[in-house]
């Protein structure tokens, strides 16, 4: 069966750095074709695309974040992990990650983690 | 970036009948090489995180009920479910992967009339 789950702080002030961890089980990111993205969703608000990173370290950032995003993996964990700088509160909401599927760089996503919902506020 | 819209935003319909969302690309998502279109649907029940429904605009993934179908190409997509259930109850979602950065609509709300 194939998981992933999403750890980090669920509170973090203005200006600090966020680093979240996905921890994927049942597949493995050293396998050929396999990545995996982050996504976000503020508070009754749509899907927003972040980063992507592939078994062979090919990454995608949103043009709009890339500045402030850096994704990385460690395979000897099966762990990818997302950072963003200089947080805002415009930038409160559930965080996912989720295998990216299909045999296209970018693909569609499934499944997805359960989330965790980080706030930003002093 | 490719814009993605859908319409309605929202939408009431009774059980048993059937529901039409609409999702709209701003440049054709339709891969010529290949003849496909590069187009997925998800699920996002209350709470819950999305749940992928159909890829390639018309190909349903495993286990997904076969009331749900995905039509379209081009620009235009249509994610029908044929029978509305009361399990069917979410925000509907269409995604783009045809080119970089992937971009979602913003999402069609289904509930019971």
């Known amino acids: 069966q194939i998981t992933l789950k999403e750890s980090g702080p669920t509170l973090v002030k203005p200006t600090q750095t966020l680093t979240l961890t996905c921890t994927l089980s049942?597949?493995?990111?050293?396998?050929?074709?396999?990545?995996v993205g982050w996504i976000r969703q503020p508070p009754g608000k749509a899907l927003e695309w972040l980063a992507l990173?592939?078994?062979?370290?090919?990454?995608h950032y949103s043009p709009s974040l890339k500045s402030r995003l850096t994704i990385t993996k460690d395979p000897s964990k099966n762990q990818v992990v997302l950072t963003m700088t200089n947080m805002d509160p415009v930038d409160t909401a559930t965080y996912y990650c989720?295998?990216?599927?299909?045999?296209?760089?970018?693909?569609?996503?499934?499944?997805w983690g359960q989330g965790v919902l980080v706030t930003v506020s002093s | 970036d490719i814009v993605m819209t859908q319409s309605p935003d929202s939408l009431a319909v009774s059980l048993g009948e059937r529901a039409t969302i609409n999702c709209k690309s701003s440049?054709?998502?339709?891969?010529?090489?290949?003849?496909?279109?590069?187009l997925a649907w998800y699920q996002q029940k209350p709470g819950r995180p999305p749940k992928l429904l159909i890829y390639w605009a018309s190909t349903r993934e495993s286990g997904v009920p076969d009331r749900f179908s995905g039509s379209g190409s081009g620009t235009d997509f249509t994610l029908t479910i044929s029978s509305l259930q009361a399990e069917d109850v979410a925000v509907y979602y269409c995604?783009?992967?045809?080119?970089?950065?992937?971009?979602f609509g913003p999402g069609t709300k289904v509930d019971i009339k």
């Open positions: 049942g597949f493995a990111l050293t396998t050929n074709g396999v990545g």
């Open positions: 995604q783009q992967y045809y080119s970089s950065p992937p971009t």
């Open positions: 440049q054709s998502v339709l891969y010529s090489s290949n003849s496909k279109n590069y």
């Open positions: 989720a295998r990216k599927v299909g045999p296209v760089k970018i693909g569609w996503f499934g499944p």
């Open positions: 990173i592939h078994w062979d370290d090919d990454k």
